[in-house]
């Protein structure tokens, strides 16, 4: 998907991380619409992961790239958004599974816990692999439908 | 959290692990309420996600153990309900930092992409990992309250 929009959004344990995937976006051709965190100062993670997941599920962006220190807790917040698949990628073995099988729309990272070549190479592999479709298609179905309870 | 309740669910791709770690619940004084999948013919992962995020929210279980190929299609199935928190656990590092700080209530494995041995001593340490409350204690609220759009 050379040339679309990539949103990106981190925590501030995430920050660092977050400008590193940028300027690889853009560097690719990317337009890249960055939703903060602006610095290192403490931030709550839930309300980064709610903003990507509202600008992906709207169109704003067709992709998104999270960060916080292990992924977790900002990828559980954009997954409350029923149009969202984001997948917590350690690798690019996950990472590419994730598009194959998942049809993930985001990538989130822990800039704790992977360090930055890793992620700068599964994001590339994130945003080149295309969803299998087939099979998987039924299943992906089935996470927009997944009701709350 | 000795002797408490903990729901474990998988899908084909990781039905043989979700038995491994099965045993080990058993083996450490847990009840376990296995929501299936109980054999490696094809399923849906999001059926099983849903089950065991229901089983959590609802007070059934304390805990909840997912497993699938990567752990990415069924953790999102699972977080989709707002009263859970799927945290992909790929070493004891992540299975530790999503207690300490996200309060997580479910821990998601990926048979294909991690060892038994490394999922085994990440469960442990999962369920034996206390909250840490204090700045983390609002950020986790606001996980319940993240709107879906």
Redesign the interface.
């Known amino acids: 998907m050379p040339g679309g929009t990539v949103a990106v959004a981190s925590d501030h344990a995430g920050f660092d991380l977050k400008e590193i995937l940028k300027r690889d976006l853009q560097a690719a051709g990317h337009e890249v619409l960055d939703l903060g965190t602006n610095s290192t100062q403490?931030v709550?993670?839930?309300?980064f992961?709610?903003a990507l997941?509202?600008a992906v599920?709207?169109g704003k962006a067709s992709r998104g790239v999270l960060v916080c220190?292990?992924g977790?807790?900002i990828?559980?917040?954009a997954?409350?958004?029923?149009?969202i698949?984001?997948?917590?990628v350690?690798?690019v073995?996950?990472a590419r599974?994730?598009r194959e099988?998942?049809d993930?729309n985001v990538a989130a990272f822990?800039q704790?816990?992977i360090g930055a070549e890793t992620a700068r190479e599964a994001l590339k592999v994130f945003l080149s692999t295309n969803f299998e479709g087939g099979?998987h298609a039924?299943?992906v179905a089935?996470?927009s439908?997944?009701?709350?309870?």
């Open positions: 403490s709550d993670y839930p309300d992961g709610r997941a509202e599920a709207s220190g292990t977790i807790g990828s559980i917040a997954n409350r958004n029923p149009g698949r984001a997948a917590l350690h690798d073995t996950s599974l994730s099988h998942n993930a822990g704790r816990v099979r039924g299943r089935k996470l439908r997944v009701a709350v309870s």
